[in-house]
C-alpha cells in the first residue's frame, strides 16, 4: 500500500498547539495500526526557521514544493498579519496541489489561505468563532457556518477553533482507514474519538456594538429582569420612543432586532446559570425567562446546538461561596 503523504503548509509565528495536534496524529508512526501509517512532510514559504508561539521554533526541511506530492495538504492556523495577506508562496501552492487532486484541509485560521486561494467560493466552510464577522467580511463567497467543529466538502474541509484541530485530524482519519482506527488513534491520545455538538457551544452570543446613549440604559434595564416577560413596547417606554421607533434604531445600532437581543441574553445567563450552580433546568428556565424546560431546551439546542445538561456537563465547574 503507498505511503498516505500529509504535508502542513506553515507559516511565521505559528500556535503552537495547531502545529502539535497533525503531529501528534499524522506525525508518529502507528504501523502497529495501519501499515504503512502516513508520512508527514512539514513544508514551509521561507527559508530559515519559523517561529512558534511560546518561544520555540521549527526548521521545516521541505519548501513548498513538499506540497507537488502530497495527498493531502493542511494550512494550520496562522497569525493576523498571514490571515490579512496570505504569502503568494503559499496560496499558489495550495490551489496547485487543490488542482491536480489533492485533499485540503484548514485548522482554525488557516481557512483564510484557503479563502484566498479561492477553493471555498460558494461552498460551506468554518473557522475560529471569533473570526466569523472578520472572515464572512473579507470572503462573502463563503458560506460562513459557525455551528459546527469542522466542515467537509469533499476535496476541501475546514475546522474550527484551536480545539477542533483534533476532531478534524481524527475525521481524516477515519475516512483513510476507518472508524476501529481512528477511535485507536483518539484512545491513545486520551480524547473522546467524535464529540457532540459543534463550536457554538464554546462561543458567546455575538456580541454587539456599543449602544447610543438612548439605548444602552434599557439594555441594562432588560439585563436586570430577564426572568420577567419583556416586550417591544416595554423597552420603547424606557426609551421614551414609540415601538416602531425603537425598533428601528435598536436594529440600526446593534445589527439585531430588539427580541432577538433578549433571547441571546437570556440564552448567555442560562449559560452562566449551569456552569456555576446545581439549579435543576426548570428551575434555569424559570430565572431566564424561558418559562418551561422545554422551552428553555429548544431555544438552547437552536443557539448551541446541544442540551443545557449536555452544557452542564461539560461546562461544569461549582458555584463558589461568597465567603470562601
Known sequence: MKRHVVALALTDDIPVFELAVPCEVFGIDRSDLVDPWYELRLCAAEPGPLAVRGGLTVQPPYGMEGLDDADTVIVPACNRMVQCGPPPAVVDAVRRAHARGARIASICSGAYVLAAAGLLDGRRATTHWMNMVDFASRF??????QEVLYVDEGDVLTSAGTGSAI?????LVRGDFGAAVANEVARRMVVPPHREGGQAQFAHPLARGEARSEIAPVLDWARDRLDQPLTVADLARQAHLSPRTFARRFRDNLGVSPLQWILEQRIRRAQE???TTDEPVERIAWRTGFGT?????????RFTSISPQTYRQIFRR???E???
Open 322 to 324: 461568597n465567603n470562601s
Open 318 to 320: 461549582r458555584a463558589t
Open 140 to 145: 462573502p463567497e463563503v458560506k460562513v457556518d
Open 167 to 171: 476532531d478534524l485530524c481524527l475525521h
Open 273 to 275: 446559570l449551569l456552569e
Open 293 to 301: 424546560a422545554v422551552n428553555m431546551r429548544q431555544h438552547f439546542r
